[in-house]
């Protein structure tokens, strides 16, 4: 065997080894967040909001997660987002705009919100633990992603409906 074989062969089985070490140590520092996906997760609107997940909210990076149209951020995840949940019909539960979208919130969990979209099919959720991360700041950095969904309808107030 030439010695520039030997030379090659070596320095082919380090590269190999350094690129094998980095995709373990990868793997190791990136679990993935357990969570469960909405019953419409495959919905191709879904898919078009999964790959549209901006990197960070709120300062806080994007996780792997282990269900589809799914996000999480943050180390533990104080933000998670499922697309493809059930579309919310009429409520007198507190509904917020922010860039566009509508939300209704649930704060009967409070210091953990969550946070539905409201006229748009399929709906989004997106639970924030507000000790972590605000919630408007949440919403408004999910904008673009969530804005691709059909918009069916709007939030309206008792001025809207009686006047």
């Not at 350094?18 to 469960?36: G, Q, W, Y």
């Not at 539960?93 to 539905?116: K, M």
């Not at 997106?126 to 408007?136: E, L, N, Q």
């Amino acid at each position: 065997m030439s010695r520039t074989f030997r030379s090659a062969s070596r320095i082919g089985s380090a590269v190999i080894a350094t690129a094998a070490s980095v995709v373990l140590l990868t793997a190791c520092n990136s679990a993935s967040v357990p969570m469960e996906p909405a019953p419409d997760a495959a919905a191709p609107e879904c898919a078009e909001v999964s790959v549209r997940l901006p990197s960070t909210v709120d300062g806080l990076e994007l996780r792997l997660t282990n269900a589809q149209a799914t996000g999480a951020w943050g180390t533990p995840a104080g933000v998670l987002l499922r697309c493809g949940v059930p579309t919310p019909g009429p409520t007198s539960e507190q509904c917020v705009s922010l860039s566009g979208i509508d939300w209704i919130v649930d704060d009967s969990q409070a210091p953990t919100y969550r946070f539905t979209s409201y006229g748009r099919t399929p709906a989004v959720e997106v639970v924030v633990d507000s000790d972590v991360a605000s919630g408007t700041t949440v919403l408004v950095d999910l904008d673009d992603a969530v804005s691709r969904l059909p918009k069916t309808g709007a939030c309206v107030g008792a001025d809207d409906v009686l006047g």
